[in-house]
């Protein structure tokens, strides 16, 4: 029986403590050159996608910019649009907020992109109940939880409605041949739903791949259930193998109700990795890696979000403060709302009494760990097992280093994969569809 096959996708390193800026090899954020080197590394590794995570305002603690927010944030079709050029292969995936947007001139954008690239554009579906982020846009509010999932799903419905709009043969060819496209063949949208009216004809006929890829970013239930009924790839953060196969296992089990087969939705979890020639090696450099990513000040910085009081006077080398959280909207905005801070706060005074560590260590402990470490050949047998067990169908691969934080991955990793026959050795087709095995 032949293997299942791995897929891989490369995060372009984004604005959070994931990346190691102080390391001298690490470059700019908003330089062309950064997100060049990257997309070239992961079309030579033969991935299936590059993708790109968005900020729609920086971040603040304690009303000033999170230090980490100062890099840049550029906006993503345009980038992915230029990387297109410079890109033959690779699919082109870019976030972009369903709150905050309108469906029309998305949809347009999308599918400039599908076509500018030959069929390897890509949506990641995300929305937010932010008023902070709201406040940088005309609307200058916020959605509740559960009107957000029904206006992204009404979003969604509507661009599936415009990408689909012109018939297959709309257009017949150019004036100077003497061929014009038929009015009838461009239908006309009629739309009236609870979040949006639009009457006219779509700009653009069907793309190469018909609708770009859609993929949706979350964990909760209606971000499970929003998955299962309108994505074609989940990013999650299911990293190990029990938690994984649990995850995968439930969100493939909604997909019958939709009429929809576990193959037509890709589960491909977020991972970090860390490579040596040995396994010691490995370990050190991991280790190393989160030192580096939780610095003093960001070990701080954590612990304000928590805590969600002015935390500045307190060693980030000492123990637990012994105060309790405070209970208002907190000193951070911008980054992901603690629901209870008081729970959150108890479990990491438990973790830290039971292993005496200093604040640092706990924040180093309680972020996360790179998901592989090992040798190439020890990281590429633990990738390959994850897919084949059921615990994902691939990884999003997000590298501690811009730009050349993949390199090392491919060069060693890829290779040991292809050889174990669950990875391309060559790109069998030329739309991300196509890559994804989604046609």
Known sequence: ???????????????????????????????????????????????????????????????????????????????????????HRL???????????????????????????????????????????????????????????????????????????????????DQAAGRFLTPDAIGTVGHRGAHFSVEGRFTLPRGPQGHPVVIQAGDSDEGREFAAANADVIFTGHGSLEDGKRFYADVKGRLARYGREPHQLKIMPGVTFALGDTEEEAAENAAAIRRLQVGPQTAIAFLEQVWGRDMSGHDPEGPLPDIEPALDEGVSQGRVAIKDRAAVAAKWRALAAEKGLSIRELVIEVTGRQTFVGTPRTVARLIDEHVQAGAADGFILVPHLTPGGLDDFVDRVVPLLQERGSFRTDYTGSTLREHLELT
């Open 91 to 173: 699919g082109l995936a870019g976030t972009v907020n369903a709150t905050f947007n309108e469906p029309y001139e998305l949809a347009r954008r999308l599918s400039t992109l599908d076509h500018l690239s030959g069929g390897r554009a890509a949506w990641n579906v995300v929305t937010t109940s932010d008023a902070f982020t709201g406040e940088n846009f005309r609307r200058g509010g916020y959605l509740d939880r559960a009107d957000r999932y029904e206006r992204a799903a009404e979003f969604l419905r509507l661009a599936r409605e415009l990408w689909d709009s012109w018939q297959p043969d709309a257009v017949l060819g």
């Open 1 to 87: 029986m032949s293997r299942k096959q791995v897929h891989l996708a490369a995060h372009f390193p984004g604005v959070n403590n994931t990346t190691v800026w102080a390391d001298p090899r690490s470059g700019s954020q908003i330089d062309f050159a950064s997100f060049t080197h990257l997309a070239r590394t992961a079309e030579r590794g033969k991935f299936d996608f590059f993708f790109l995570a968005e900020g729609l305002r920086l971040r603040e603690l304690k009303g000033r910019i999170h230090d980490l927010d100062v890099v840049g944030r550029p906006e993503s079709l345009t980038l992915l649009s230029a990387l297109a050029a410079v890109t």
